[in-house]
């Protein structure tokens, strides 16, 4: 069969020239295809087997395209022209063919192919074309780098020298290369490094009148040494002494603005600051200082003027907390749509005027450290709701936003509010509650400690001190008593104010007298002793201001420091209000 497709080119060929040409062509590890003029299969040697995969029995006989698509020698039979070194693909491989007509007395008897199967050599290329891609990256490295670079071999001959080496040294770096590095480099450790294999990092080497810190890195390669490279790290052991300033500078800085940024948004005050020795006091600290060790909740109880600001400061600046910031937030200050963006924060155009760009809340700012929220009484039920979303997820969204922040933050609440009947005329949430008073720290009035008031004095006088003219170096025994026998309804804060007016009104003297003290203090004294005869004897004026004064003093107390709340329980114009107070110095208080 092989003989009948092909006897047009047995015509052209002798029979003993044929069985020649097919020895040789299956000896050859290129693929031979041959065609004869109808493009019928009459040759397909065993090198074009493996190549294509194709058996010589199932493609001899026929037609070329049928067998073998997109030879393109059928084109070569219809064109007579040569196709050399054209690509094509086979199956899974991609092979490089050259393809020829057979010309017989000027007579067109067939077609050859005759290919080779590149895919190997493609990856090889293809490898080679990233391994020259790395090392020409590898090279602009070496030249871009300010420092130093030398490569040697295991025997310490010189392979690699980059541009700034070579610059240090006065030498142009190609022409060092095949020498031994310490023709080249005085003092070197490298060859030494290549033979052990032990790095030598941040050494101490004198290249010419240089003091250098240098750096010697074995090179290993399948777990053998092949080499070392060295860095100059500095050329000069001053550059060290200054680069050593720049971060001392720098670390100063940080320590400034930490400090800084801790004055602004951390707390003031430690347990140091909470004066007293009694009983109350020493108990009161010792439950804080536990509550300190822990993240839950602290809600601080007491009348105005008690404290509780400076038991929020201890709690937090005895935690671990202490290095975050502490946000303060006065609840009673702001009207409610106002609070909710200081709390929460707000996305730009969430509401008319907000800010370009929004602003964090100060649970936000809180993040990382203690958030107090003072006269949490005073807070909306409606606003109440959304705190407690807060306390109890961990997470806010900002007012118009839709992304929602992680909290990581400690919560101090405090009021001089009864909340239990807060709760029972339903002004406060019962579940708010519970969530708050996790830990509890009802800080006695002033009334109940008399004891500390000479403690209280001695603190109180070196402050004021620092803010008035005269100096004052302590109370008498007689002025003392005084203090202690009053009821003290303001606090501690009714205390510094007392002290402080009588300071001012001083005109000579180092000791606060019994006489210069309010005639209210005094007053309370003479009714102990003398009962009402001797409070009638008394300036009328005086007894009417000082009554005036405690009933405004308590009517701020049971408003829990309303002032309007206060005008309204006395029944009086708020703006007449604000006068009084003015008059008897309490707006401070």
């Not at 067939?110 to 391994?131: K, P, R």
């Not at 025997?155 to 080496?165: H, L, Q």
């Not at 964090?360 to 929220?373: D, H, M, Q, S, V």
């Amino acid at each position: 069969m092989q003989e009948e497709e092909g006897k047009d080119l047995t015509g052209a060929f002798s029979s003993t020239d044929i069985a020649a040409m097919r020895v040789v062509l299956d000896s050859v590890s290129n693929g031979v295809t041959v065609v004869n003029s109808r493009g019928i299969v009459t040759f397909f040697n065993t090198a074009a087997e493996k190549i294509t995969g194709l058996k010589a029995k199932n493609v001899i006989g026929q037609m070329v395209d049928d067998a073998i698509p997109n030879t393109g020698l059928i084109r070569v039979l219809k064109t007579g022209a040569e196709e050399i070194n054209q690509r094509q693909n086979v199956g899974n491989c991609e092979i490089l063919t050259s393809r020829a007509p057979i010309i017989k007395d000027n007579i067109l008897v067939g077609a050859v192919a005759i290919f080779q199967d590149i895919t190997e050599f493609n990856e090889v290329v293809s490898q080679l074309e990233d391994v020259k891609c790395l090392t020409s990256t590898l090279e602009s490295i070496l030249e871009s780098l300010h420092e130093g670079i030398v490569v040697v071999d295991k025997d310490g001959y010189i392979t690699r020298m980059n541009k700034a080496y070579g610059e240090f040294l006065a030498l142009d770096p190609n022409s060092v290369v095949g020498k031994h590095v310490t023709e080249v480099i005085p003092n070197t450790r490298m060859h030494f490094v290549a033979q052990e294999g032990k790095a030598e990092v941040t050494d101490i080497q004198k290249i010419q009148n240089n003091t250098c810190v240098v750096t010697r890195i074995p090179i290993v390669k399948d777990g053998e040494v092949i080499g070392a490279v060295g860095n100059v790290v500095f050329k000069d052991i001053k550059e060290l002494k200054s680069l050593a300033g720049k971060i001392r500078k720098l670390e100063s800085e940080l320590e400034y603005y930490k400090e800084e940024l801790y004055k602004a948004y951390g707390g003031k005050y430690t347990f140091d600051n909470i004066v007293g020795d009694s009983e109350k006091m020493k108990w009161l600290r010792s439950v804080a200082a536990k509550a300190a060790r822990g993240t839950s909740t602290v809600l601080i109880l007491g009348e105005s003027g008690t404290g509780k600001e400076l038991f929020a400061h201890a709690v937090h600046n005895a935690s671990q907390r202490r290095q975050g910031p502490f946000i303060k937030v006065n609840c009673a200050a702001l009207p409610e749509q106002l609070l909710e963006a200081e709390l929460f924060g707000y996305e730009e155009g969430a509401f008319t005027g907000a800010r370009k760009g929004g602003k964090p809340g100060k649970f936000e700012l809180a993040n990382g450290g203690t958030i107090f929220l003072d006269e949490i009484g005073e807070m909306s039920l409606a606003m109440q709701v959304k705190l407690l979303r807060v306390l109890q997820e961990r997470e806010l969204e900002r007012l118009g936003g839709t992304k929602t922040t992680k909290l990581d933050i400690r919560v101090i609440a405090a009021t001089n509010r009864d909340l239990e009947a807060m709760i029972a005329e339903n002004q406060f949430r019962q579940d708010l509650y519970y969530r708050l008073n996790i830990f509890i720290l009802n800080i006695p009035p002033l009334r109940e400690r008399t004891e500390d008031i000479p403690l209280l004095c001695e603190m109180l006088l070196k402050k004021i001190n620092n803010q008035v003219e005269h100096w004052v170096e302590g109370i008498t025994p007689e002025a003392l008593t005084l203090l202690m026998q009053y009821n003290w309804p303001g606090n501690v804060r009714e205390l510094e104010n007392v002290l402080e007016r009588t300071i001012n009104l001083m005109d000579d003297g180092f000791m606060i007298a019994a006489e210069n003290l309010p005639p209210m203090l005094k007053r309370v004294n003479r009714s102990k002793t003398e009962g009402e005869e001797g409070e009638s004897s008394s300036d009328l004026s005086e007894i009417k201001e000082d009554a005036e004064k405690q009933a405004i003093l308590r009517a701020l107390a049971a408003a829990g420091g309303n002032k309007s709340k206060a005008a309204r329980i006395l029944g009086i114009h708020r703006s007449g209000f604000y006068q009084k107070m003015q008059k008897y110095n309490l707006l401070n208080s």
